[in-house]
């Protein structure tokens, strides 16, 4: 008889059992953790505590040779594990040591692992895939003029790496990024060893974040990039990236960013992370995005041909606010978005009205005479109607942006100025690295006003109509135009 090796036994052992619950576990299908906009998004049964991405590239055309490895805690007994994946080939997973077997389900991959996995025990999960940046250009991968970025918002990181893609499971990230030579690659957090040397003159890139981060604020670039280093207030670490051809023009752009950290540090406290910069990328998106760390921008914003120059400065606020509103502090549901956008909203407003070019009261007396065409459009603030099938970016309308930052109008003028300035420094305080949502926030604004302000705030985030605006009988009602 041929003799098998210790190794190869437990193989087959494993392979065998896989075989037997396949057997007996219905068809798999897609979970989700029931979010109110996107249903099947994220998963039950696991908290991940971190994942460690690595992707091999070699152009923005051809698929990239990954590997995610992804570290949680089983929450339940698990004899199947989804994560959110798609728009990409699998080719093999492993749970805690040994083979799983993998299905889709929709967007989910379903892997079946050789024994059921118990509560509370640690839970390693392998997946070798590639990850697409062809096709579709709903969100994922970026193609750039010289590579590749990520815009992940809202429901597309499992389009990039096999996920919990629900901003309610923050992990902790390390990137690992191999490009040919020529080619830089950046991801968030700060850099690991000193980029290393691959096979054919390859080099890879290594990168962490040091803070817990949701799926869809996870950034990488790759492209022939200039890294521009800076200080900004208390020895922060400011690092921009920029086409290496426009360094010399987007300069003093990346010159201002110092500044705003120092001005949204005096509004709302120290900067949430490790290090900050900006990401600017040429390709057409349509939107500016908050990923953690290295906000990312088109580069036509900055081409000073379309828009003002005090315009860009406050939408470069608005991305920056949301390192705290949204990176720091992270929604529970996507339905909590009014908090992310309303507040990078009304910070941006606050800067151009610093700058004398659009005043507060101006933007919100506009957003007001508005708010009931926007509600019937897209639903109230805190109850935003879902995107239509295949336009997720749809979710992203005017009544979670400036109608949500009319809402944070109304609280200020309600409860005066400083107790609002008390409930954005505390709201910061008390969920920093953490998430929380729409009841979070009116409970704790009712605690620092000292009276219950949910009466006075439903019927702003819930509302078909409009309340009448407090200290503003001159604005009336509403006016949809």
Same mark, same amino acid.
């Given at each position: 008889m041929q003799l098998t090796s210790p190794r190869k036994r437990?193989?087959?052992?494993?392979?065998?059992?896989?075989?037997l619950?396949?057997?007996?576990?219905? %068809?798999?299908? %897609?979970?989700?953790?029931?979010?109110?906009?996107?249903?099947?998004?994220?998963?039950?049964?696991?908290? =991940?505590?971190?994942?460690d991405l690595s992707f091999t590239y070699k152009d923005n055309k051809s698929p990239l040779e990954a590997v995610t490895v992804i570290d949680a805690r089983a929450l339940?007994?698990?004899?199947?594990?989804?994560?959110?994946?798609?728009?990409g080939t699998v080719a093999s997973a492993e749970v805690n040591g040994q083979p799983a077997r993998f299905e889709t389900a929709g967007e989910d991959l379903v892997l079946t692992p050789a024994s059921p996995v118990a509560p509370n025990v640690p839970l390693h999960i392998t997946v070798r895939h590639?990850?697409?940046?062809? &096709?579709?250009?709903?969100?994922?991968?970026?193609?750039?003029?010289?590579?590749?970025?990520?815009?992940?918002?809202?429901?597309?990181?499992?389009?990039?790496?096999p996920c919990n893609d629900h901003p309610a499971d923050k992990a902790y990230f390390t990137f690992r990024i191999t490009a040919p030579a020529g080619v830089t690659a950046v991801a968030n957090g700060v850099p690991g060893a000193m980029p290393a040397r691959a096979a054919a003159g390859a080099t890879t890139w290594t990168y962490r974040t040091l803070h817990p981060m949701a799926t869809e604020l996870a950034q990488v670039s790759v492209g022939d990039s200039a890294v521009v280093r800076g200080t900004g207030p208390h020895g922060l670490p400011l690092r921009h990236v920029v086409p290496s051809a426009d360094r010399q023009r987007l300069d003093p752009w990346l010159k201002k960013t110092a500044a705003h950290v120092?001005?949204?540090?005096?509004?709302?406290?120290?900067?949430?992370?490790?290090?900050? &910069?900006?990401?600017?990328?040429?390709?057409? @998106?349509?939107?500016?995005?908050?990923?953690?760390?290295?906000?990312?921008?088109?580069?036509?914003?900055?081409s000073g041909e379309v828009y003002p120059e005090w315009y860009v400065?406050? =939408?470069?606020?608005?991305?920056?606010?949301?390192?705290?509103? &949204?990176?720091?502090? @992270?929604?529970?549901?996507?339905?909590?978005?009014?908090?992310?956008? &309303?507040?990078?909203?009304?910070?941006?407003?606050?800067?151009?009205?610093?700058?004398?070019?659009?005043s507060m009261e101006r933007r919100m007396r506009e957003a007001y005479q508005r708010s009931d065409q926007w509600r019937a459009a897209g639903?109230?603030?805190?109850?935003?109607?879902?995107?239509?099938?295949?336009?997720?970016?749809?979710?992203?309308?005017?009544?979670?942006?400036?109608?949500?930052?009319?809402?944070?109008?109304a609280l200020r003028q309600e409860i005066g100025a400083a107790a609002f300035d008390r409930v954005e420094r505390r709201w910061l305080r008390d969920h920093k690295d953490a998430t929380a949502g729409t009841d979070d926030f009116v409970r704790l604004a009712s605690q620092e006003a000292g009276r219950d302000l949910e009466p006075f705030l439903r019927p702003w985030l819930y509302g078909a109509t409009t309340p009448a605006m407090p200290g503003h009988p001159e604005w009336g009602g509403p006016k949809s135009v």
């Open positions: 437990a193989a087959l052992l494993a392979a065998a059992s896989l075989t619950v396949a057997a007996v576990l219905p %068809p798999p299908k %897609p979970l989700g953790i029931g979010d109110p906009l996107f249903p099947e998004l994220g998963n039950p049964g696991y908290d =991940v505590l971190s994942y339940k007994p698990l004899e199947r594990i989804n994560l959110d994946f798609t728009r590639t990850s697409d940046p062809r &096709g579709r250009s709903d969100g994922g991968w970026v193609t750039t003029d010289d590579g590749l970025a990520m815009a992940n918002q809202a429901d597309a990181a499992h389009r990039v790496f120092e001005w949204m540090e005096k509004q709302v406290g120290r900067y949430p992370f490790e290090n900050y &910069g900006v990401l600017i990328a040429r390709a057409k @998106t349509g939107f500016e995005l908050e990923t953690q760390t290295l906000s990312l921008f088109e580069s036509g914003l900055f400065e406050a =939408v470069m606020v608005h991305e920056l606010a949301h390192q705290w509103f &949204g990176d720091s502090v @992270t929604p529970k549901a996507w339905s909590d978005l009014w908090l992310n956008e &309303g507040h990078a909203t009304w910070y941006e407003a606050l800067y151009a009205d610093g700058l004398g070019k659009y639903g109230p603030p805190a109850a935003p109607k879902p995107a239509a099938p295949g336009q997720k970016i749809g979710l992203f309308r005017p009544v979670v942006y400036d109608g949500a930052a009319l809402v944070l109008y």
